[in-house]
């Protein structure tokens, strides 16, 4: 009874340490047609229900908008987010770099980090001198991705006692790519390769060129059903019933968000909050992402629409709902192992009336509208 007990705990244990998952991306500068670094992060996460809100700290302090799960009321953790002096930040767990026997519950203090790194950082480096001094052990194990207004990024690969940093100004076509493991971790370890391996084929033509936007970011890849170990487009074949199994868009994503900075500014210069205001963007797609709509966030007091917010019972936002509620018809049986099946034609059909179909073109029109105002053009 005791090993049947045991190997139970061992089977949920196993079978839950993947939904926690992530895809991300940092692009440089010189990878952005607008000269802009982006911060990309298309999140998995069991925590389904999610919100965007700003958050006015105490003097001293920066003030910020980000990502948080809809449960959050005191908006203590950040999942990902932008604050006034154009420092931003997010992670992806990874499973191959904990080397202790820190106990879970001492673990995922990973929200927490990013809320004092907010509030507190202004450059890339600010971030890894917070990373010293934090008392050990860190409770964390992750890749945190950040930017600032200089023009600066770069991953710290993070567990309780110690990170490895990988600068983007070191990349291979100004992108650096992480879902769930650790370059600097134990090989052979964790999640997300072939994820990775997704996102890096689709990237691949428009790194190229130079020409990485976040729409790329949002409605290509957080939109596509490629398979890099099948070579295989599966929006593009027969199958209306296709199992969800290593793309990008998994059952429990709840968000993709494309934090777009400012063109760098010099290294005498000091960033303001109205260069922030004006020229940051955090483009926001609540919920499963092949059915989300893209909205422009801002960091400004009224720089989050409303639908974003947690203004509904138990902190649910209404744009957040309502893709929810789309989700349900893409993922339409609910007995045994059904949320393992998409229903494809819920996406793409021959009439032309699937989700990613009829939302691209709209988000495609907010971002032109979005990036005009602030080009002002």
Request: hydrophobic share 35%; charged share 25%.
């Amino acid at each position: 009874m005791i090993k049947r007990l045991i190997l139970t705990v061992c089977l949920l244990t196993a079978a839950l340490i993947p939904a926690v998952g992530c895809t991300s991306a940092i692009i440089g500068a010189e990878a952005n047609p607008y000269g802009r670094p982006i911060l990309w992060k298309h999140r998995d996460t069991s925590a389904i229900d999610n919100k965007v809100e700003y958050v006015a700290t105490r003097p001293g302090e920066h003030s910020y908008v980000a990502l948080f799960n809809a449960a959050d009321k005191k908006l203590q953790e950040a999942w990902m987010g932008m604050n006034d002096a154009g420092f931003a930040i997010m992670n992806t767990a990874s499973y191959n770099l904990k080397d202790d026997k820190v106990s879970n519950k001492q673990m995922d203090k990973e929200g927490f980090v990013m809320t004092k790194a907010l509030k507190n950082c202004i450059t890339v480096d600010d971030f890894e001198e917070l990373l010293k001094k934090l008392p050990r052990p860190m409770g964390v194990e992750a890749n945190f991705g950040v930017i600032d207004a200089y023009g600066n990024g770069a991953y710290f690969e993070t567990n309780n006692h110690s990170f490895t940093r990988f600068d983007l100004k070191d990349a291979e076509n100004h992108i650096l790519v992480r879902t769930n493991y650790s370059k600097s971790g134990r090989p052979n370890e964790g999640f997300g390769f072939v994820r990775e391996a997704n996102a890096c084929h689709l990237l691949a033509p428009y790194a190229e060129k130079g020409e990485v936007t976040p729409e790329i970011l949002t409605e290509t890849l957080s939109r596509s059903f490629w398979h890099d170990m099948k070579q295989r487009d599966y929006s593009e074949g027969p199958d209306r019933w296709v199992i969800d199994q290593d793309f990008i868009p998994r059952f429990k994503s709840t968000a993709t968000i494309a934090i777009e900075g400012c063109k760098p500014i010099s290294p005498e210069a000091k960033p303001s909050k109205e260069m922030v205001e004006k020229e940051y963007i955090m483009w926001t797609g609540l919920g499963y992402p092949p059915c989300s709509e893209i909205m422009a966030v801002r960091c400004t007091p009224d720089g989050v629409d409303k639908s974003l917010q947690g203004t509904l019972p138990n902190g649910h936002s209404v744009l957040g709902d309502e893709v929810k509620a789309r989700r349900a018809k893409v993922f339409p049986i609910t007995k045994g192992n059904g949320d393992k099946y998409i229903d494809m034609t819920q996406l793409f059909n021959e009439e032309g009336t699937g989700y990613v179909q009829t939302l691209v073109p709209r988000n495609l029109e907010t971002y032109r509208k979005e990036r005009a105002v602030r080009d002002g053009k």
